[in-house]
């Protein structure tokens, strides 16, 4: 069973940046793909990126330019860089990564507010 402890939401001023920590109970080279996720508040949650074993980054529209997701295999940490955050970036966010035979694991979640 992996396990995910994430880390570094908070409270952020409009166009203030946070980083967004996830470490994983095993080595991340045994997993396939790794990303987070966000639920705001009477909606569903939603990719915002992803990182697979070969390097190749996916980004939601919204925060292509301002986010950044990376690793660290040493650490077995997976980070997300967010820059320039809006308001409308509050939500929870969720690390999750995913094996190669598909199994998907869930943190528990971390929460960014964003204010105006």
């Known amino acids: 069973q992996v396990q995910l402890v994430e880390s570094g939401g908070g409270l952020v001023q409009s166009g203030g940046s946070l980083r967004l920590s996830c470490a994983a109970s095993v080595s991340i080279l045994s997993l396939n793909v790794m990303g987070w996720y966000r639920q705001a508040p009477g909606k569903q949650r939603e990719l915002v990126a992803d990182v697979n074993n070969r390097g190749s980054r996916t980004y939601a529209d919204s925060v292509k330019g301002r986010f950044t997701i990376s690793r660290d295999n040493a650490k077995n940490t997976v980070y997300l860089q967010m820059n320039n955050l809006k308001v409308e970036d509050t939500a929870v966010y969720y690390c999750?990564?995913?094996?190669?035979?598909?199994?998907?694991?869930w943190g528990q979640g971390t929460q960014v507010t964003v204010s105006s």
């Open positions: 999750q990564m995913t094996s190669w035979a598909n199994d998907r694991y």
